[in-house]
């Protein structure tokens, strides 16, 4: 038997806005003077796309995690490159 799991739309009311805000913000300041705040956004936004298959109430916490673990294996990598 296949289960289809059907993508959920990116966040559209005002409060799941809020929320991925507060995401972007608290990866902000995180990284801040690493990796700019838009660059942040397009890459939680990007989780939210990934995660679309999972349940409403775990993407919030699963996208901060997966964002945050991208962003460091990016800062890593560029890391390396330069060193």
Not at 36 to 61: F, H, K, Y
Not at 63 to 76: M, T
């Amino acid at each position: 038997m296949t289960t289809h799991l059907e993508p959920q739309s990116p966040p559209n009311s005002p409060s799941d806005r809020d929320r991925y805000s507060a995401t972007v913000n608290r990866l902000a300041a995180e990284f801040k003077g690493l990796i700019s705040a838009e660059c942040i956004n397009i890459v939680v936004m990007g989780c939210l796309d990934d995660l679309s298959w999972t349940t409403p109430q775990a993407r919030p916490e699963l996208s901060e995690r997966l964002a945050r673990q991208r962003i460091i294996s990016y800062l890593d990598r560029k890391a390396d490159n330069f060193n």
